[in-house]
């Protein structure tokens, strides 16, 4: 594995371009440049990204690099090329419903996060129950203090509280939720274009840790 310091103005150059041609010849003629300068490095920063996870947490990771290819197939949008680099981190706790750390660098921002997108079937049953109870209080409590650090929590996924729970209960924000994930916004790309990015980065993970605790308890039950 190669030392990892951070990516390259080229690279962030390669995204803009891309996110402005959006095509096979065009991609096909410059996959030089990103093999060169976007793949190879992703992968050094995952790979790095997760032993410095595990000093974080504890926990050994597993990294995963999104395809630079768009799955068209239901979509509207037919441009065959995602224009950014995104790369997930997942604790390998041997739990289902962990939560995961996030990587996400487009033209614009870049976006840091910890959560759960949405629990399976089983894990949403158990979540419900759980929020119905004083967890529910500490998860809105969670949500409350990550919004007063200036992190942007996810939504809910419902308007109306599921069936089999009072439709005014007091941990009804919970309720409403499939899932939680808290984010962090850069705006620009400077960030992942200055030395240190993995210590950086697992910096600003550092600031998501409640959410990744909370939630490990959570899949742990």
């Not at 490095?41 to 690099?65: C, D, M, N, V, Y």
């Not at 680099?85 to 996060?113: C, D, K, Y």
Request: charge should be neutral.
């Amino acid at each position: 594995m190669e030392n990892f310091d951070y990516f390259s103005n080229a690279s962030m150059v390669f995204l803009k371009d891309l996110k402005a041609q959006n095509n096979r010849e065009w991609f096909a003629s410059n996959k030089g440049i990103y093999d060169q300068e976007i793949r190879a490095p992703a992968k050094s920063f995952a790979q790095e990204t997760e032993i410095a996870l595990e000093a974080l947490t504890g926990i050994p990771h597993r990294s995963k690099i999104f395809r630079i290819h768009r799955d068209v197939r239901f979509s509207k949008d037919k441009t065959p090329y995602n224009t950014h680099i995104h790369v997930s981190f997942t604790p390998e706790t041997g739990h289902a419903n962990t939560p995961m750390w996030f990587f996400g660098q487009n033209t614009e921002r870049l976006s840091l996060g910890c959560g759960v997108f949405q629990f399976d079937k089983p894990g949403l049953t158990r979540f419900r129950s759980a929020m119905a109870g004083t967890k529910g209080a500490a998860l809105i409590a969670l949500r409350d203090t990550l919004w007063n650090a200036g992190i942007r929590v996810s939504d809910p996924h419902l308007k109306r509280v599921p069936s089999g729970f009072d439709p005014d209960h007091p941990h009804k924000d919970a309720l409403l939720r499939k899932g939680f994930s808290a984010w962090i916004d850069i705006d620009g790309t400077a960030f992942c274009t200055q030395p240190d990015l993995v210590a950086r980065t697992v910096s600003e993970f550092g600031k998501l840790t409640a959410v990744f605790e909370f939630l490990s308890e959570l899949a742990a039950d």
